[in-house]
Structures are given as C-alpha cells and as structure tokens.
C-alpha cells in the first residue's frame, strides 16, 4: 500500500505531459501487487529487509537508490560496448587466441550487476521503513526498469556473441522476448489492477552476474568450448540461454494473457475507465496499448529484413537501443495511465517519423546508419525529457524532491 508523500501538496495546472485530472487521479492510487515466487519470499525479502533495517540509513532516499542502481546497470553497457562493439569478441578470442575484454570488465559487470538488483530490492523496502512510499516511486521504479530490461540484454550479449550456431535472428528475438515479457506484466495490471511479480525474475538477476563471474575467472571460450551435439544442433551454453530466454518470455506473456482474458475485473476496469455508449468501446480500450506496440515491432521487423546494409548485424547495440528506447517510453506511457485511471492514449508523437525513416532506410534514400544514429539520438533525448519532466511535475504536485528526504 502506498501511504501519502511527505511535504505540502500545491495546486497545480496542466503541465508539459501532465494535466490536472491526470496528477488527480494519482491521489487514488493504491498499489496491488502479487509475488509467490519462493525465491523471493524465503531468500531475497529477508535479505533486503536485513540490509534496509540494518545498514541502509534513514536519510537515503530510495529514489536515489533506484537510481543509482540503474546507473550500474548503464555502466555495464558502456564499457562492454567499447571493448565488443559488434558482439564478436567470443569468436574473436577464439580464432585469435587473445583476451580482447580483460577480466577486470567481467568482475566489474559481476559486481555492478549484483548490487543494481539489490538496490532495486531494496528501495521499497527503504520507502516503508522512512515513510516515503508514494505513487513517485513506484513509476520511478518501473519507469527505469523498463529501461533497464533493455540495457541488461545489451551487456548480456557480449557473453553470448555472435558465434557457432548463434545468429542475429536469435538476438532479434531475444531482444523482444525479453521486453515484451516486461510489458505484459504492466498490460496485465492495466487491465486487471494488479501486478503479477515473476517467478523467474530474481533468478536471472542472481544468474546474469553469476555469468559476469565465471567469464572473468575462465573468459569468454569457456562457453563456447564445451558444448555438445543433440538432434543434428550444436548446443553451447549461450545458444541454450537465448533460446531459454525467448521461450520463458512465450510462457510469461500467455500466462498473462490467461489471466487477463479469465478476469471479469479486467472487463469492469475497461468500463469503469469509459463513458463511451457503445459497447465496443471497452474492448478497444483494453487492447489499446497493443497498437503503438505491434506498430514498433513490426516495423523494427521490416527495418532489419529489408536493410540494404544489414543494419542490425552492423549496428546492433544501436538498434537495440532505439527500439528499446521506444518501448520503453511506450511501457512508461501504460504504466502512467494505470496509475492515474486514465485513457490510454495509443497515438505518441514520438512515433510519428518512424514510418518515414524506416522507408527512407530501406529504400536507399539515405544514409542508413545516419538515420539510425540520429532517430535513436532523438528518441533517447525526448524519452529522458519526459521522465525529467514527469517527475518533477508529479514532486511538485506532492511537495517533495525525488532524491531526498523531506524532514
């Protein structure tokens, strides 16, 4: 449950991305949130909670802690993406016989990776023990984690590689298995007002630094070197983790699906949410958010399989960065429109010149990797513009600041 922030509340009109019904409709806001995972329950809660009551003092603002933690996470991908710009360093250490990423990368990835998740497990437990816990910080929270999914597939590859049976289409699909299984859960609570928490969550946190570890102690053949054969398919460890990835994401979005669709509620949020007189119009609202979605991959789809350069295997950070970009400040969208019983809102300016630099990419009409390089600087500008200005116009609403504590 959300308790109400600290600080004066101020009036306040339509701001650049907030109107007045929508930071009104924040005050109703209660967090409903499901986790059965046992992993969670029995080990990491009772850790957090040791760590938060124990070591952590009352003046640190969970924000910045969230914060801070996303930051780590960020800090993998810049320095992973200098050292294997095009996700060849594995074949390249391999046919080379040389370490082209030193072993103090991994370590720091290891280490970053590790405590980024606990300051993420943390910081909500921070917001209950000083009395903070406010509609703010779970948007700030999801908001970055939308982002985060993303970055963590970015900095993951590099373990993975391009090598063996591993191509750029299991990238592709990695890509938006990994976000779409982060999406699913937010449509979910759109629809139902509940967040269903995945099982599978901690471990492949717990299991992604792990990875960061073991490739320091051994390098990076060690997952390319051992593998086996199966059914006429050269299985290596990184090709069975991609495929495992994409399939856990299949299984995260049906069942999703399942308790969407088996949900009466979901039906009575969509009409509670709508005063349209045709019957349809509920049905529209709940699957609303689908279209900007279905919109973006396709047309990431269209990009990578009509590119005369062959963009995505050239550029594929960059790609993933752009497209995850938007995804991201599409899941940021959902998540403001849940938490402020509002309309989804399925037109986003931010879309409108996808179209038109897709066809100008595949079509030749210009430079590929400038319309690549300067869409993508472009989207990540306004994405950063309005979680800025979300979040100042909701701390001003409250009367608190985001990365401290208000005595």
């Known amino acids: 449950r959300m308790s ?17 019904s929508d930071l009104e409709g924040f005050e109703k806001y209660a967090y409903h949130g499901v986790d059965t995972s046992p992993l969670s329950i029995h080990v990491m809660k009772p850790f957090w909670n040791f760590i938060v009551y124990n070591i952590l003092p009352d003046w640190l603002a969970p924000n910045l802690m969230t914060f801070v933690g996303w930051v780590l996470v960020l800090s993998n991908v810049l320095v992973l993406w200098v050292y294997d710009p095009s996700l060849t360093a594995s074949q390249d250490s391999l046919e080379q016989g040389q370490v082209l990423i030193p072993s103090w990368v991994w370590y720091w990835c290891a280490l970053a990776q590790f405590l980024g998740h606990q300051l993420d497990g943390c910081d909500g437990t921070q917001a209950r023990k000083t009395k903070t816990s406010s509609p ?12 985060g ?10 373990v993975v590689g391009i090598f063996g049976n591993i191509t750029y289409d299991d990238v592709f699909l990695a890509m938006w298995g990994v976000m779409l299984s982060f999406w699913i859960t937010h449509f979910e609570k759109y629809n139902t007002g509940v967040l269903f928490l995945p099982w599978l969550y901690d471990v492949s946190q717990l299991l992604v630094a792990a990875l960061y570890l073991i490739t320091g102690i051994y390098g990076l053949p060690v997952w390319h070197t051992n593998g086996f054969t199966a059914f006429g398919f050269e299985l290596t460890f990184p090709y069975i ?34 005063t349209h007189p045709t019957p ?26 009509y590119s005369p350069t062959d963009i995505f295997s050239h550029h594929v950070r960059l790609f993933i960065v752009l497209f995850g970009t938007l995804f991201s400040n599409l899941t940021c969208r959902l998540i403001m429109s849940q938490m402020s019983s509002r309309p989804y809102r399925p037109f986003q300016f931010l879309l409108a010149p996808l179209p ?22 472009l989207v990540v500008l306004a994405h950063i513009h309005y979680g800025i200005s979300v979040v100042r116009e909701l701390c001003s609403f409250w009367g608190i600041r985001c990365f401290s504590i208000v005595p």
């Open 149 to 158: 999914c993303f970055l963590q597939l970015i900095a993951m590859l590099s």
């Open 4 to 20: 109400k922030p600290r600080g004066v509340r101020v009036s306040h009109d339509n701001g650049v991305y907030l109107s007045k």
């Open 136 to 147: 703010i910080g779970e948007l700030f929270d999801h908001g970055l984690d939308s982002s």
């Open 241 to 274: 983790l991609l495929k495992v990835t994409f399939l856990s994401s299949l299984s995260a979005i049906a069942m999703s699906m399942y308790r969407i669709f088996h949900s009466k509620r979901c039906i009575d949020r969509a009409c509670i949410m709508h």
């Open 280 to 305: 349809s119009w509920p049905i529209f609202k709940a699957i609303s958010p689908l279209l900007p979605l279905l919109f973006v991959i396709v047309l990431s789809w269209v990009w990578k399989a």
């Open 356 to 377: 038109f630099v897709v066809f100008a990419a595949v079509s030749g009409a210009a430079d590929e990797y400038f319309l690549l390089a300067g869409y993508t600087a």
